[in-house]
């Protein structure tokens, strides 16, 4: 990718993301991850020059929320704009804060995702997602059994156990996550014995609806150097949106968003092998068969390969390749910061900062990517030195 | 190092109800006009269209992602969109970033609202307020304008005639636009005679409800002119928020627009704005932002806008014009204010603004705003040089 300038993480902040938090309004739950991010970053407000805000207003019913988030994001009498993209939101953030520092317009940027799910009906918001005259009677939110049945079609009951194992190792990554909203003592079976929601999807393979916020601060290579804070670098960004018809011709016949994104950020970077050059993985994963099934698209694997894996416990922690050591969207999921956790998660490794969920590897290069809209794939790899 | 440039720009007719036209066909008659002229595709060869900025708003649309029926007409099928949800001039500074960045050479900006889907605009702004303390007295924006239109009038001591004063200009001015929605000319005493609809807000004081989209294609300056011999150049520009709660401001002046101002006249090199620009263009969503806003820019004392207003100095042909497009209050819907004066900025520094062109104009100043009581500005310099 071409930049002007190079682009630096230099602070992370998440608030605590919960199920409930009636103990805090809007901003307040805003400032939780900003003054962390801060206090992370050893930066005062006044270092910031520009605060980007992102959320779903349809979840939350608030309007311009960016208005009345002021009391709680800093941008008072600062410069900022809002920019949303639906469940790639945090994604898009970290690709504009990017962009503005290595603009050069500004030097120091503060990206800010926030989600309140419980102000809201969460299905509802996805359901107005759908165009009023086609698709809102047929809308069922994000719920869609579709990627199961192709994998249950193909590979029978062990992609069955595969997903349950997927959602189990998220669950277990999770409890060593003192962040993540759902953090559950589950097997597989629990799984597979879980609500059905739309066959093979059942309720324990979906993510919750979590209230949270998360923020991180970007700089210039000058000031990344001045800061405190151990810089994490963008080395590339991409965005793959599709157009608003599902599927159309079927989904074995259009590439997938996460496999075009996949390809394009590793032919720019020089990726052979992903499996061997990318040392972790924060993917945004609505669902346990999702996270199965894209693991395929960003590894550029067969799903009998990525059986395998499975099976080898690859995605573990420990694994050889850790899929969302956070516990991933499975365990958190406040939409308009998901996608930003993603990158948070993914820097935090490769500080080696993530605390009782670190890799136990030296984290070079990671992957971080966000899913939303309709079938969109934002993603980014970071690393330590450039 | 290389500046961002427009090269082509267009925009609906603006009107009170395009009661025939999704949202897609708006945008795409913008899109289509910026294609055919400047003759780019879309990541079809090197230099064509690689990134799109759009703009909309969620509550206008009633959809959540608002964007995402719009992501095809400007190439986000395989491709690269982003929605900036506040107003357009916001979305203009953006794809300026990106492509100052490196990261695109040429994007493309598309934004749409139309007023007209919602029953009421005040509903909409309504769910602006918060919902703890604000819902509860029935803030919306035109409320919030009210409060603000007191304070700035018992502050300064400026009259709402000369308010409508500032009305009966832009209508004058918008007879000049075929582009602009409320053609007819309105007098003084026309404005005065509408009735309240927030006191002291009159129905001729409040921009009426509007339908449209703007479309813009922003480059490097290498690019831009290999495209059109006429670039118009973004000098620079400068944001910044308000206090939410209009209690906790000083509601008859303007703080987060004079920083805005202050920050993008630093960025353009611009010293003396009073006698460097050539034209203004305010999103006043309100008769006495006019007044508001040029005094906040520093364009004319504290106090004194209205008497500037009344003399004709600020009409086209005075020594500083003043929304020669006809402004907000001759009908632009609220994502597009800010835009909608950029437009016209670029028609006029390429000199192709018609009946309506300010001679030899060479550097203009775009504003917008977004919030009660406009709580968030941009402001944008924009040069033919």
Sequence with gaps: MNMNRKVAITGIGQSKHRGHRQDVNEPELVWESVSDALRDSCLDLKDIDCILHGNMELFEGVHQPDMWHTMGNGARMKEGMRITTGGTTGATLNCAAANLVASGLYDTVMAVGFEKQEEGQTTTGITAMADPLWGREIQTGAITGATGVLWVEELGERAEWAAAKMRVKAAKNALRNYKAHLRINITEKDVMDSRLLAWPLRLLHMCPESNGSCAIIYTNEEKAKKFPQKPVWIKDHVTCHKEETFFRGGPRFQELSQSYAARTLYERNGIKDPYKEIDVFEMYDPSSWWELDWACHFLRRPKAEVLEMVERGDFEIEGAWPINPSGGVVSTNPIGATALIRVAEAALQVRGDAGEHQVPKNVRTAMASGFGGTFWTVAALLVKEL | ?385
């Design chain 2, 1 to 385: 190092m290389t500046r961002a440039a427009i090269v082509a720009m267009a925009q609906t007719r603006f009107e009170p109800r395009k009661g025939n036209e999704r949202v897609q066909e708006m945008v795409w008659e913008v899109v289509s006009e910026v294609r055919e002229k400047t003759g780019l595709g879309i990541r079809q060869k090197p230099g064509d269209i690689d990134t799109a900025v759009t703009c909309s708003d969620d509550f206008f649309d009633a959809r959540t992602i608002s964007n995402a029926c719009i992501g095809d007409l400007v190439g986000g099928h395989f491709g690269a969109e982003e929605k900036v949800a506040m107003d357009g001039l916001n979305a203009l500074f953006y794809a300026a970033a990106c492509v100052l960045s490196g990261h695109s050479k040429v994007t493309i900006v598309a934004a749409h609202c139309k007023e007209s889907q919602a029953v009421s605009r005040n509903m909409i702004t309504y769910a602006a307020s918060d919902p703890i303390f604000q819902r509860g007295v029935g803030l919306d924006y035109l409320s919030a304008a009210g409060l603000q239109m007191s304070a700035y009038l018992h502050r300064t001591g400026a009259t709402e005639k000369q308010c409508a004063a500032a009305v009966a200009r832009d209508r004058r001015h918008a007879a000049k636009n075929p582009k602009a929605q409320a053609q007819s000319p309105v007098s003084v005493a026309d404005v005065m005679a509408s009735p309240y609809v927030c006191d002291p807000l009159k129905e001729l004081d409040v921009y009426p409800v509007s339908d449209g989209a703007i479309a813009m294609i922003v480059t490097t300056e290498d690019r831009a002119k290999e495209l059109t011999d006429k670039p118009v150049f973004i000098l620079g520009a400068g944001s910044c928020y308000n206090d939410y709660y209009i209690g906790d401001r000083d509601l008859s002046r303007d703080l987060a627009l004079s920083a805005a101002g202050r920050r993008c006249f630093r960025r353009a090199g611009i010293k003396d704005p009073r006698h460097e620009l050539d034209l203004v263009e305010l999103a006043a969503q309100y008769s006495y932002q006019e007044l508001l806003f040029l005094e906040a820019l520093g364009l004319v004392d504290d106090g004194h806008a209205g008497r500037l207003i009344e003399s004709g100095a600020t009409d086209l042909g005075g020594k500083l014009p003043v929304n020669v497009s006809g402004g907000m209050l001759a009908g632009n819907p609220i994502m597009l204010g800010g835009l909608a004066r950029a437009a016209e900025c670029f028609l006029q520094l390429r000199g192709e603004a018609g009946e309506r062109q300010v001679p030899g104009a060479k550097l203009a100043l775009a504003q917008g705003a977004t919030g009660p009581a406009a709580q968030h500005h941009i402001v944008m310099a924009l040069s033919a040089e």
